[in-house]
């Protein structure tokens, strides 16, 4: 049931009758909207049947202007009769219990960082093609989705099919959003979507479940390698429905290395709808930039794959050449957890590759990391704020860290670090959730500005 303090207001166009083009789209229409009619049911308000508007293909285009906390949005393909039917394009900036951010297509595609500021005017824009949805924030196109041949119902309840029907207003009474300029453009009703429709396997419906259940569906470690451009990254994303954090790395010998490199790079993706982050490499990052450049980014993360050990030899774990002495497995556990602590108190907000080993080493997975060892990695992720990554390459933390690491307060973030092009669409994170008992409010979201990890913790080094 709806919100009693949610109402639907819908908007008639003149004239009010079907629109039913041929091949040439038609004139812009003004939208006007219809105030509460008296006597009308608490929490709900239907225009009269006579007066009502019926689109199916269309461009609607709107100026919004959001107050702090405002939750609403614009509805189209409703059916008055039908309370729980049509499509929603979520309004909501600011509203921290809610993930789905402005320009999400509640449940199917959500958008799940903030694009538009409160108290800022912005452009909504919303183009269905027959069975294709595309919204876009000031031009910037957020959701591009096609409709699964059979379509797929997250939410028994909701019919969000793609048909047609009228348009409306959703809005919170305790706060305000405005619109004006608000108009709608009917499309022939014979056009198709630009792309054939999917089918929907297992992995796609849970994606769509969790977002219904208000997890944040984000793969915060994303790198563009070999033939995986930005503009595939985000067509990926949107056909997946998984949002993505572009990670860009940090260090001695990579792209960026100082805070010129930093600032061009940030200016390469400035517009871009994902996340962008930074990724710290070797314990030498945070030496190369200033705290003021890490900060512009969306989060900064790392991982304890590269340290020295005690006789300064400098170890990467991935590579065979640099792991370094294993011949005392223990040894090596008992040094390496001690760097993993150390490296928590990096200014990061994520502990990536967490629980990794080296190759050799791998088979003894469940022997090496005890319970001892795991809390130790858990009291210093929780210690310093620091959320910890499933990470969907290597299939690690393992289910048994995962649990502890919940029953202790821990945050998780899905992550998976791509050697090349391919990304997967986060299996073994989603799996984990199901298998641990995750819920949407133990996931990772990026603090804001004077929140940052960079702006709240000592800028230290380690030298170790």
């Not at 009010?16 to 929490?43: H, I, M, N, T």
């Not at 999400?104 to 538009?116: D, M, P």
């Not at 990724?279 to 991982?303: I, K, N």
Request: hydrophobic fraction near 40%; charge should be neutral.
């Amino acid at each position: 049931m709806l919100n009693r303090r949610e109402v639907f207001a819908l908007l008639l166009a003149a004239p009010a009758v079907r629109y039913a083009y041929g091949d040439d789209a038609g004139e812009w229409v003004p939208l006007s909207l219809q105030g509460p009619k008296p006597g009308a049911r608490p929490g709900m308000l239907y225009a009269r049947s006579a007066n009502m508007s019926d689109f199916k293909n269309f461009e609607l285009s709107a100026e919004v202007m959001a107050r702090p906390g405002a939750s609403s949005g614009i509805c189209f393909h409703a059916d008055p009769k039908q309370p729980h039917s049509g499509l929603e394009v979520r309004i909501n900036n600011s509203d921290k219990g809610d993930s789905r951010k402005t320009g999400s297509l509640v449940g199917l595609r959500n958008v799940y960082k903030q694009f538009v500021n409160d108290n800022e005017w912005f452009n909504l824009n919303i183009q269905v093609r027959g069975k294709q949805v595309q919204v876009r924030l000031n031009n910037m196109l957020v959701v591009d989705y096609v409709e699964p041949d059979p379509p797929f119902q997250a939410d028994p309840k909701f019919d969000r099919t793609i048909r047609h029907g009228a348009f409306a207003i959703k809005y919170n009474g305790l706060h305000e959003t405005q619109f004006q300029n608000m108009r709608v453009r009917p499309l022939a009703d014979n056009l198709a979507a630009q792309q054939e429709p999917p089918q929907a396997d297992e992995i796609q419906r849970e994606i769509v479940r969790l977002g219904v259940e208000n997890f944040p569906v984000v793969d915060y470690h994303v790198h563009l390698k070999g033939a995986l451009t930005l503009d595939r990254a985000l067509a990926n994303s949107r056909r997946l429905g998984i949002n993505y954090g572009i990670a860009i790395n940090c260090g001695l010998g990579f792209p960026v290395h100082d805070d010129a490199s930093v600032h061009e790079y940030l200016a390469s993706m400035k517009g871009q709808p994902c996340y962008v982050a930074l990724q710290g490499e070797g314990r030498e990052w945070m030496t190369l930039t200033s705290p003021e450049s890490v900060a512009l980014f969306d989060y900064c993360f790392t991982d304890a794959m590269t340290f020295r050990d005690p006789t300064g030899f400098r170890r990467r774990l991935f590579v065979q050449e640099e792991m370094g002495d294993l011949s005392d497995p223990e040894a090596f556990m008992e040094m390496y957890v001690s760097r993993i602590e150390g490296v928590m108190k990096e200014p990061i907000d994520i502990y990536a590759n967490p629980t990794f080993l080296p190759a050799p080493l791998r088979e003894k997975y469940n022997a090496l990391w005890t319970a001892p060892r795991m809390k130790r990695v858990i009291d210093a992720a929780i210690e310093n704020d620091v959320a910890i990554e499933i990470n969907n390459r290597y299939r690690i933390p393992s289910p048994a860290f995962i649990k502890a690491a919940r029953a202790a307060g821990a945050k998780f973030s899905f992550g998976t670090n791509n050697a090349e092009a391919e990304l997967g669409r986060l299996e073994y994170p989603i799996q984990m959730v199901r298998e641990c008992g995750l819920r949407w409010q133990d996931i990772f979201v990026p603090k804001p500005d004077g929140l940052k990890p960079i702006r709240v913790k000592k800028w230290q080094m380690s030298r170790e």
